[in-house]
């Protein structure tokens, strides 16, 4: 490289010199610039900017860095627009903040510092986009709203509502040096979702509202909503979408189905739960990890995971309960809770119970079936993917359930339960269920397998009724359209079943069903004796909600029983015939059908008055002669034969009408997947 000429270096030392003094200069008029002189051109131009008010009331001042200068405002008033509640976006009797040049050049406006002082702040948000805190004067444009970093507030107030989110809100600040690592303080009030709302907790000094990787700092709330309670203590990095957030949550309510307009996650109806976790946020993924409570009387365990960032979002999990109580399952089929699952979980409300939503008086024309409509908008808000296991089954009382798991599954709209497998009677009930509720009404199937139930289990105790009756192997497999459990099975087609081959039960129970006034006589005095149950079957052909029996039959060595009738599923009546034929002769037999007939809330077992009539007539006639005569009425001479039970097995197996069969070819049948995101 050649040498600069002597005679140039000066001038190159001059030049330098001279570059250097006027950087120095540059760097003095800066440092010492009477920065308040720009306070009105500044507030005009911020004024012309956005289209609404802006004044630094008392002064201003710049301390330039070297990628961020630092902007202080002694008394700041920003008006908001026209439309909003509040007449100012902030008002602070003093404001400092960092802004980044660079950023600025290229058409950013971030803020990594804000710090305020008696800050009175009105935010809000409209359906339409608008925003208040968009400084453009287009509101709904969101490339015009600032970013900014840490937040440290000294006290002051902030108004928010967002009327299409049915969100109102005030909260008070106040800051104490002496709360240690959370001396600000905080207290909300408002209503969300027509419900009052109101949260009291601490944080630290230095908010996060969007700085990424910055330190997490320490935040507590204490929060009611409605019916709701959430405590929470932990730490979050960034306010504006909790991520980061690592908390220890304690929540209580009367029905987490409640939490969905809150959450946006489409729980399940449940009776007043209780539940603990370690609640987790990083990027759209929500954790709670370590769930333990209880729902009900009944406790609950495992973790769930629900990602926000899925074009639908998706829950999944795996949960579990050692203990399930039955009187916990209402709500889930749309029932009210029981009077003891209602007052389970201290610290909550009792909601309204099942015997208060049907009233103090019993209701002979009142539905039984679940009539609470789905909620269509629910099943289509997200995906899920979660398993359940509960361990054991309590409180079962007439069905003899042992314990149960299902996997529940939720995608493009369609609620699948499968596999659904349940215990019951020592014996098990397995297969699917599946609701459609893209379409409308939805497309309800169930298809479930009995098998191996032991008929001693599912039998209520009778004092003399002392052995086995057999195993029961059976299904339910019904299709159809319906909004609710009632609508659907009031127009469902399909097949039910079920069938038991051999056993012994006791011969004193059949007796008195046939009102066989000699041979309980017999027994009570001779002791009782078993008869062998041949074969049993009670089979129903459904047909838009009716229920036509095919096969109720029940055969013993000592007598046949024969059923005939309906059930109707929409009106919620029965009317069913059985009919005894003894094998056997005997005297005192009052042998008359028995009828099963009213409504689902209302029963009524009786006998058909007639034949007792004819029998009591001729008892009278034949005793004015002799009274010997009169038992000649009351004698049995025992017309009852074996039933084929390899044929009565078989007609119960497979459905007689065309109606019942398909529904039960749709109830079994799997519809094809839709491709991703098409309708059903």
Not at 352 to 377: H, I, M, N, W, Y
Request: charged share 25%; hydrophobic share 40%; proline share 6%.
């Amino acid at each position: 490289m050649t040498d600069s000429p002597p005679g140039r270096r000066p001038l190159l030392l001059k030049l330098g010199a001279v570059l250097l003094g006027l950087l120095v200069a540059l760097v003095l008029v800066v440092a010492f610039f009477p920065w308040d002189l720009l306070r009105e051109p500044v507030n005009r131009y911020v004024t012309e900017r956005t289209g609404r008010k802006f004044e630094i009331t008392r002064r201003l001042d710049v301390r330039p860095g070297l990628r961020i200068a630092t902007v202080e405002l002694d008394g700041v008033e920003f008006a908001n627009p026209g439309w909003a509640r509040e007449p100012y976006l902030l008002r602070a009797e003093r404001a400092e903040f960092d802004i980044s040049y660079w950023r600025l050049l290229a058409g950013q406006l971030v803020l990594p510092r804000l710090q305020l002082s008696s800050p009175a702040i009105g935010l809000q948000i409209e359906d339409d986009g608008r925003r208040t805190w968009a400084l453009g004067k287009d509101t709904a444009d969101k490339g015009s709203v600032p970013t900014i970093g840490r937040v440290q507030i000294d006290g002051g107030s902030l108004d928010f509502l967002a009327p299409h989110q049915q969100l109102d809100l005030r909260a008070e600040f106040t800051y104490d040096n002496g709360q240690g690592e959370m001396p600000l303080r905080y207290a909300i009030k408002g209503r969300l979702h027509g419900q009052p709302l109101a949260a009291e907790g601490r944080t630290g000094d230095v908010l996060q509202l969007t700085a990424k990787g910055a330190s997490p700092f320490p935040i507590e709330i204490d929060l009611r909503a409605g019916t709701a309670h959430l405590r929470a203590h932990g730490t979050v990095a960034e306010l504006a979408g909790f991520d980061g957030l690592d908390a220890e949550v304690d929540m209580r309510g009367q029905n987490l189905g409640n939490l969905y307009p809150v959450l946006g996650v489409a729980l399940p109806q449940t009776p007043p739960y209780a539940i603990k976790g370690n609640l987790r946020k990083q990027g759209e993924l929500w954790e709670l990890r370590r769930l333990t409570g209880r729902l009900g009387l009944s406790d609950i365990a495992g973790d769930m995971q629900f990602d926000k960032g899925q074009k639908v979002p998706h829950l999944g999990g795996a949960l579990r309960s050692r203990v399930l109580d039955m009187d916990d399952l209402g709500p889930l089929i749309g029932l009210a809770p029981t009077l003891r699952s209602a007052h389970a979980v201290e610290g909550v409300a009792a909601p309204p119970t099942l015997s208060q939503t049907r009233g103090a008086r019993p209701d002979r024309a009142r539905k039984v079936l679940p009539d609470a409509p789905l909620d269509f908008e629910r099943l289509r808000a997200m995906n899920a993917d979660v398993k359940y296991l509960a361990e054991r089954i309590d409180n079962v009382r007439e069905l003899p359930l042992d314990k149960g798991s299902v996997q529940v599954t939720l995608k493009d709209g369609v609620l699948t339960l499968d596999p659904l497998d349940l215990g019951v009677a020592s014996g098990q009930v397995a297969g699917r269920i599946r609701i459609d509720a893209t379409q409308n009404p939805a497309d309800i199937r169930a298809a479930l397998d009995v098998r191996r139930m032991q008929l001693d289990r599912l039998i209520p105790k009778v004092e003399k009724l002392k052995t086995s009756l057999g195993r029961l192997d059976g299904r339910i497999q019904l299709s159809g359209r319906g909004n609710s459990v009632a609508g659907w099975l009031g127009g469902a087609s399909g097949d039910v079943a079920a069938m038991s081959g051999r056993g012994q039960f006791s011969n004193l129970l059949l007796e008195v069903f046939g009102l066989d006034g000699g041979e309980i006589i017999k027994f009570l005095l001779k002791g009782d004796r078993d008869v062998t149950l041949r074969c049993a079957a009670v089979a129903f052909d459904v047909d838009k909600g009716v229920m036509r029996g095919r096969q109720l039959m029940l055969d013993t060595s000592d007598t046949v029983f024969n059923g005939t009738g309906e059930i109707s599923l929409a009106n919620e009546t029965m009317d069913i015939v059985i009919r005894a034929r003894p094998k056997d002769k005997s005297i005192l037999a009052l042998r008359t059908p028995l009828l099963i007939r009213g409504s689902f809330a209302s029963p009524k077992v009786g006998v058909e008055a007639a034949p007792l009539v004819a029998r009591g007539a001729a008892a009278l006639a034949l005793g004015a002669i002799n009274p010997l005569l009169a038992l000649a009425a009351t004698i049995e001479t025992g017309p009852g034969e074996d039933a084929d039970c390899q044929d009565v097995l078989a007609q119960a197996k497979r459905p007689a009408s065309r109606e019942a069969a398909s529904g039960a070819t749709k109830a079994r049948k799997q519809p094809p997947p839709a491709a991703d995101g098409a309708s059903r």
